[in-house]
C-alpha cells in the first residue's frame, strides 16, 4: 500500500480499497486533515505484548518526560540531552511512580551502567492503520496469526486503511552500548553502593573509617587479601560512538600445534635504516646475544625445544647465505617461494612463515625509504656504493581503481549478471587482478620466480618490480643499456638519470595498462615516442581511448545484456557511466598505471615490529607529519624537475608552506 499527500480535493480521514486484492497501485488521497507532525520512537527491542512498552517507556529510557525532552532539544550527538537507553533498570519503576519531576531516578541506576544513545532525526513517514476482514476459517486452514501481514492481505476478504497521521521526526538509537561491567562481587563497589548510595550514615561512616588515612603501602591492595585488587572499571571501553567491522583475521602462523599452546612475542630485531645510515655489518647487538645463548644451550630465548625454532633458523639462515650470495639484494616476497619450510611438522611447500623474518634479520639488514624501499640487502654490502647495484632499484605500480571496476564490469556482464548488482569489494579485486598467493613454491630452482618477471606479455604477480626484472621487455632492455648512470646518486631516482627512469616508467605504465584492459597489442608510435622523450617535462604522445580500449556507446550498448531487469534511464546511466571513465584522461596519459605507489591489493599484513614485510603504503603520508625529504619523495613521482631543484636549492620547511611561483 502507499498513499501521497496532496495540496488539493476534500479531506479523507479514511479511505477503503475495494475487494480487488490482484491491484497493485493504492488510488492517491489528500492527507491534508490528519495530524503532520507525529513523532516516534524506535527502539531495538523484540516487544511480546502491550504492557511491555510501558516497560520500556518508565524502565528503560525514564518516562514521557524523558521521550518528550529529547525530542525539544535541538540535540547534538556532543550533549548529555539525547534519549538514553537502559538495558538493565530493574522491575522496580514497572508503574514509572519511582520517576521524579525531571525524569530522575538515581536510585536504580546501575553503577556506571553505559546506555545506548538515542539521536532525533528527521524523518518522512506516514502511519496508517490497517483492518483487515478474514475469510471465514475453515478446519483445512492454517494459523492466520502465523503469516506476515503482505500474505495476509492477500488472502483476506477485504482490508480497510486509515491514516492516522505523518511522521515528521523518529528517536533512534544506533550508537553501541558499550561493554557493560558487573561488580557484583567488587567489595568495594559493593560497600559503595550500600553506604554512600544508600544515604545510610552508619555504613558511610564504616566505610571511611576503614580507608587508612595514611596508608603505608598504598600500591598494595586495600583489603586483607593481598592478592587481589578491586579496582573501578574504566568509565568506558569502547572509542568509538557508531559500530563498525573491524574485519580481524587470525595470523594464520600463530596456530599450535600439538601439545604446545604456550605462545610467547618474539622480536626479531631486523635492522632498518634510511639512506643517510652508515651500513651495518652484522646483525642487531641483541639478536646477537640471542644466538649465543641458543647456541649454548640449544634453546634460543624465550621459545621451547620442541618447536625446533632454533634448528629451523639455522637452516633458513644456511639457505638465505647461499641466496644472498648469489644475489645481495633480495625482496621479501621473492623468498617466500625459495625458503621453503622441511619441518616434520609442517607440510611440504610450506612457507616458513615467521622464520624467515628472523632469518632475515641474521643475514641482512633493510631500507625503510629511497631507490631500494622494502629491499633486504645483505650486511656490507652498500648500494649507493656502485652503479653495479642499479638494476636492483625497486619500481612500484598501481593499477587504477577505475580499470579495475571496468574488468569488474565485463565480468559482471559475461556472467550474465545484473550491472545494478555490480558492488565492489576487495575480493572482487582480487578474482581480476592477477597476485602472488600468501603461499607458493617457485617455479625456479633456488631463484625467482618466473611470474614475479615482466615481459610486456602478461602482468606480474607483483607490482613492485625491480628493475632486472623489467629487462626482459625489449624496449626497457634497450633504454637500460644505454643509461649512462650518475657520478653520484640521489635519494630519488638511485643511479638513473630523471629522463632514463622516466623512460622505463612511462613504457611500463603503458604496456600494463593495456594488458590490465585484455589488450596486448600495443602501438609501437606510443612506444617509439617515449623512448625519444628529450626532457623530463614531456609527457610523450597523446594516448586517447581508441588507442588501448574500444568501449564506444554502440559497442557498450551492443554489448550490454538486456535481459536484466533494468529500464532505460538506468541503461543510459551505466553506458554514460562507463563511456566517460573510458574517455577521461589523466594529465600525464598514465593509461590508468599509477607509479610511485604500490598496489592496495599488494599491501601485506603488518609484523609484529609494526612495519609492513614488503611494502609501505603511501595512504599514510600527510604533508604536516612528514619530513622535508619525504615531501620531496612525495613531489618527484609528479614533478621531478621541481623536486630536483628544491633539493639542490632549499634546505627545509618552514611550518610545512611551499612557495607556489618557484622559478627554475
Known sequence: MSAAPSRSGSPAAALVVAENNNSIYAKEYPLNAIP????????????????????????????????????????DYSTDKCLELYLNKNDKTIDGNNWDNNGDNSENDFFNEHPIIGKSDNDEKLLIKITITRKKKSQTDGDASTGTLL???????????????????TIKFRYISDFQTILDNNKSAVEYNQSINSL????????????????????????????????????????????????????PYSDSRGEDVRTSYLKSYQIQISSRSDVPEQPHQKLLDNLAIAKETGVYPKTNKESQFYEQLLKCVEHLENLFNK???????????IIVSDNETNNNNTAWGPILKFGLAVVSYRFLKGPWRNSYIKFGVDPYSSFS????????????????????????????????????????????????PKIYETDTKEWIDSRFYFDGTYIPWYLMIPVD???????????????????KPNELTGWFHDLDLLKIRKIVKYELGCLAQNNDKFDKKIIEEYKKLRDVKATGPEITSTDIITDKRDNIRQSLDFNVTMNEKQMIDVVKKYENESLEEDDDNNNG????????????????????????????????????????????????????????????????????????
Open 200 to 251: 545510610d550514615w552508619d555504613k558511610i561512616k564504616t566505610f571511611v573509617e576503614d580507608i587508612p588515612d595514611e596508608d603505608p603501602r598504598p600500591f598494595e591492595p586495600l583489603f586483607n587479601d593481598k592478592k587481589k585488587y578491586y579496582l573501578p572499571p574504566p568509565p568506558k571501553f569502547s572509542m568509538v560512538h557508531l559500530p563498525f567491522i573491524y574485519e580481524y583475521k587470525k595470523n
Open 469 to 487: 626484472l623489467l629487462l626482459k621487455e625489449s624496449n626497457i632492455k634497450e633504454i637500460y643499456d644505454k643509461a649512462v648512470f650518475l657520478d
Open 593 to 664: 598505471i599509477k607509479t610511485g605507489v604500490t598496489d592496495d591489493n599488494m599491501v601485506e599484513d603488518i609484523g609484529e615490529d609494526g612495519d609492513a614485510d614488503e611494502v609501505q603504503s603511501d595512504s599514510s603520508f600527510t604533508a604536516n607529519n612528514a619530513s622535508y625529504m619525504e615531501i620531496l619523495e612525495q613531489i618527484s613521482k609528479m614533478h621531478p624537475e621541481i623536486s630536483k631543484y628544491l633539493k639542490e636549492n632549499v634546505d627545509g620547511i618552514i611550518k610545512g608552506d611551499l612557495v607556489d611561483n618557484i622559478k627554475y
Open 36 to 75: 503532520q507532525n507525529l513523532k516516534s520512537v524506535e527502539f531495538p527491542l523484540f516487544l511480546k505484548n502491550d504492557q511491555s512498552v510501558s516497560k520500556v517507556i518508565n524502565n528503560m529510557c525514564g518516562g514521557i518526560y524523558k521521550i518528550n525532552s529529547a525530542f525539544r532539544e535541538n540535540l
Open 151 to 169: 500474505d495476509n492481505l492477500r488472502s483476506c476478504e477485504a482490508f480497510k486503511v486509515q491514516p492516522l497521521g505523518v511522521i515528521n521526526k
Open 327 to 337: 644475489r645481495p639484494i633480495w625482496l621479501k616476497k621473492h623468498l617466500e617461494g
Open 389 to 436: 647495484y642499479a638494476k636492483y632499484q625497486t619500481e612500484f605500480f598501481k593499477i587504477e581503481k577505475k580499470i579495475l571496476d571496468r574488468l569488474l564490469y565485463e565480468k559482471y556482464k559475461n556472467e550474465k549478471k545484473n550491472v545494478n548488482d555490480l558492488v565492489v569489494t576487495h575480493h572482487d579485486y582480487s578474482s581480476i587482478s592477477p597476485q602472488c
